[in-house]
């Protein structure tokens, strides 16, 4: 039986030889994440997700906090102080309901592609009878395009059996007015609200609950809310304008710049994702008054200093930062525990109790270089800039941690789909510069009764200085082409100006590729400039 004891004793050395050389990798291992987290402290990085976490604020000056939206936002709804968790859910359907008429109606336009929706399109469709439009697709071709389609759920459709929602039904029982009388109508009976949600939005602070963890989704329905509230307002926001009252149009357009604030008020990419797309969707009013010279001087100052506040760019840093936290406490959580109390047991985490500490660690390194070095470092706040294409040295290491090994795993899952997302903050970024200046261009048109044939004539009259476009730094371009119309435009994903050519695409190809052509802000719509 000697070969039983030679075997024992080959496997002894086996093992221990395994034991020995995974302690010393371990070793390794950690010491360069340790290393790297004091290079990252060094320049100021912090890694942790409880210091980017903003702190609470008071109730009374939290807009989100306001007794109209508290219940769908998990504020106290009663006067014991009892918060509502997720959400009372009762209190805050019956406040979608009260509005869903809005969200039934088509599109209102799209700025980039120069459409207006007319409101007698919304009239036709408020007075129709089979509850039928394309607002559904609508918006699932904008959660699409702006990449919310694989991160926020859309409201499910509603039942064949639905009543009717009872402003319809007092609507269609009057005599038909103008467009104009009817939207009136409709947003009369229930004004109140939508005055307190108005007034709210003065209150300094607009700022969604911490999350109490991270895996549970309790932020996804808070999200999906923001996203329903719109729709009233961007109604509310163009009656105004055709009813030449730009002071009311001026508050309910800053109330969808306050939605889209409080969407993105925690440091996760999810906010700032939807933060985006209610922006985008929020122009497109402003786009509108703008087009028919609707707005007044004071109020498109007070709207290009509102503007002027928002920083896309370094909103995106800070989510970023945060995901990056929340994935190294993930790791982390899995190795020792006490590194992240705030993320809950779960059998993933189990799992990876059982793996090396080698792996941890090495997966925690490569992670933290993953978005320091690919994604951080092409963001620029200071100057509103955001390198969308990937230089050479950025590639190689994308390459090499996008590469099968158990070393970047972890990097290699969350690089891609992360990565895909700095296009928005260079589009949601570009919007507010064109916006900022098209209002500023405005200003001057007012003013002096002419376009401006340069940009520079704008400062520091109408603009401190004239913004760069966020694709490169360079100057945004721009065409007096008559005394009431011009093109501006910044250059686009690729980089290269097309001459003022729209483009069809504001993301990136499946293979990473620039789509062509400019991000285009039209002083007219393209069925009056085709009339020029």
Avoid at 300 to 309: M, V
Avoid at 487 to 500: Q, T
Wanted: aromatic share 8%.
């Amino acid at each position: 039986m000697k070969w039983l004891k030679r075997l024992a004793f080959a496997l002894a050395v086996l093992v221990t030889l395994t034991v020995l050389v995974l302690t010393f990798e371990g070793w390794r291992a950690k010491r360069a994440w340790e290393a790297y987290k004091r290079e990252l402290a060094a320049r100021g990085e912090k890694l942790d997700w409880a210091s980017f976490a903003p702190p609470p604020v008071p109730d009374d000056q939290n807009f989100l906090a306001t007794p109209a939206l508290a219940a769908c936002f998990g504020f106290a709804t009663n006067q014991t102080g009892a918060t509502a968790g997720v959400g009372d859910t009762n209190a805050c359907e019956e406040l979608k309901q009260r509005f869903n008429w809005a969200g039934r109606l088509p599109s209102p336009g799209n700025w980039r592609e120069g459409a207006v929706t007319t409101l007698e399109a919304w009239q036709a469709q408020l007075r129709a009878t089979n509850g039928t439009s394309g607002r559904g697709q609508t918006d699932q071709r904008m959660a699409q395009r702006y990449g919310l389609s694989e991160v926020l759920p859309g409201p499910p459709p509603p039942a064949r059996s639905a009543p009717e929602n009872p402003a319809l039904i007092a609507l269609r029982a009057r005599p038909a007015g103008t467009p104009l009388e009817d939207l009136r109508f409709l947003l009369a009976r229930d004004r109140a609200i939508l005055d307190e949600i108005r007034a709210a939005a003065r209150r300094p602070f607009a700022q969604l609950r911490t999350p109490t963890d991270l895996y549970s989704g309790e932020m996804l329905p808070w999200l999906a809310t923001s996203k329903s509230l719109i729709h009233p307002l961007l109604v509310a926001c163009r009656t105004e304008l055709a009813g030449g009252n730009p002071e009311a149009a001026f508050e309910n357009f800053i109330t969808l710049l306050t939605l889209a604030e409080a969407a993105g008020s925690q440091p996760l990419l999810i906010g700032t994702l939807v933060k985006i797309a209610v922006l985008e969707l929020a122009i497109q009013p402003l786009w509108v008054g703008l087009a028919e010279h609707r707005w007044t001087e004071p109020a498109l100052a007070r709207i290009e200093a509102r503007l002027a506040q928002l920083n896309v760019v370094a909103d995106f840093q800070r989510s970023l930062r945060g995901e990056r936290a929340f994935a190294l406490a993930m790791l982390g959580a899995a190795s020792a525990p006490e590194e992240g109390p705030w993320v809950p047991e779960n059998p993933y985490q189990n799992a990876l109790r059982y793996w090396p500490r080698a792996f941890v660690y090495r997966n925690q390194l490569n992670v933290a270089r993953a978005y320091q070095a690919v994604l951080l470092d092409r963001l620029d706040p200071a100057g509103l800039a955001v390198r969308v294409t990937l230089s050479p040295e950025d590639d190689v290491l994308r390459k090499r941690l996008g590469s099968r090994s158990p070393y970047t795993v972890f990097a290699a899952l969350l690089l891609p789909a992360v990565e895909r997302s700095l296009e928005k903050a260079a589009v949601s970024q570009a919007t507010v510069t064109l916006a900022r200046v098209a209002c500023a261009l405005e200003r001057h048109r007012l003013a002096t009764g002419a376009y401006p044939e340069r940009l520079e004539g704008l400062a520091p009259r109408f603009l401190a200085r004239v913004p760069p476009d966020p694709v490169n730094g360079g100057a945004l371009k721009y065409r007096c082409e008559a005394l009431d119309r011009f093109v501006l435009y910044s250059v686009g994903l690729d980089g290269k100006d097309d001459d003022g050519q729209p483009t069809k695409e504001v993301r990136l190809g499946e293979k990473g590729e620039a789509p062509s052509g400019d991000w285009v802000w039209r002083s007219q719509p393209v069925e009056a400039a085709a009339a020029h």
